[in-house]
């Protein structure tokens, strides 16, 4: 008995530990952009995001999850990270491919009007999967964006406890570097242009956004197998918890 339990808990270290050597597509991801306002304004704000990719050469379509830490400052600017990751299934093992993506907003003001907002959001995102002999993959993204937000409820002056729901739209592009240094001549860069969209809601100290991207995908060629060329429409969505107050709609005299 004292060999067969000896047995039976090796067995399973051994299939804890064991990993299978297989290829992974790393993901270029569109994740949110939460709007124009720079949430979480003059404070700290823990967040978790669900959202879809583009993943591997081959563009096809894939769930991203993260989560992160965004501090605002002066209702102005935000910076973020936030650290997501892709699962996969082989052999009966979960294999993760994970992505650290930097984020950063700057609001420009209130150019239509005291119930708007509008900002830059630019994002970095890195990614790399190895396994010797058989992958060797490096994915880099520049994500840019230029979102108009629109309040639809809730008095741009009210305190930190009232709901409000505002719509955003604008413009968004992505760049992607993917790098095979198994096969370099199988590398490639693409340009992501496309449209943002979504709702927020403001209430207490949490922060929604659902969102999505319809993004332009180029052709895009893997080992002789086509790719892309096609209009996506990339959902994401976000939460977080804001530890301060939210970002005043009344405080900026239209700046």
């Excluded at 989560?67 to 102005?76: M, N, S």
């Excluded at 830059?120 to 520049?142: I, K, N, R, Y």
């Excluded at 340009?191 to 993004?215: C, Y």
Aim: charged share 15%.
């Amino acid at each position: 008995m004292k060999t067969l339990l000896l047995t039976l808990i090796a067995g399973l270290s051994c299939s804890a530990c064991y990993a299978p050597q297989v290829r992974l597509p790393l993901p270029a991801t569109f994740p949110v952009i939460s709007g124009a306002t720079p949430v979480p304004g003059r404070s700290v704000g823990l967040s978790a995001e669900l959202a879809d990719g583009l993943r591997g050469p081959e563009l096809g379509r894939g769930e991203v999850r993260g989560a992160g830490i965004t501090v605002g400052l002066d209702d102005r600017f935000s910076l973020g990270y936030v650290y997501q990751e892709t699962s996969d299934v082989d052999s009966g093992v979960t294999l993760h491919v994970g992505v650290h993506h930097g984020r950063v907003k700057m609001r420009l003001g209130q150019l239509f009007g005291p119930t708007s907002e509008v900002a830059v959001h630019a994002a970095f995102g890195s990614s790399e999967h190895v396994v010797p002999g058989v992958q060797d993959d490096g994915l880099h993204t520049w994500d840019l964006a230029v979102p108009v937000e629109l309040l639809l409820s809730g008095r741009p002056g009210a305190g930190g406890g009232a709901a409000r729901a505002s719509v955003f739209l604008g413009p968004r592009i992505v760049l992607e570097q993917y790098d095979d240094r198994v096969r370099p001549d199988q590398s490639f860069h693409i340009v992501l242009p496309g449209v943002v969209g979504g709702f927020h809601l403001s209430a207490g100290h949490l922060e929604l956004f659902i969102e999505s991207t319809l993004a332009a995908v180029p052709r895009n060629s893997y080992l002789g197998v086509p790719s892309g060329g096609k209009l996506m429409v990339m959902p994401a969505f976000g939460a977080q918890l804001r530890l301060g107050a939210p970002f005043d709609w009344a405080g900026h005299d239209g700046r």
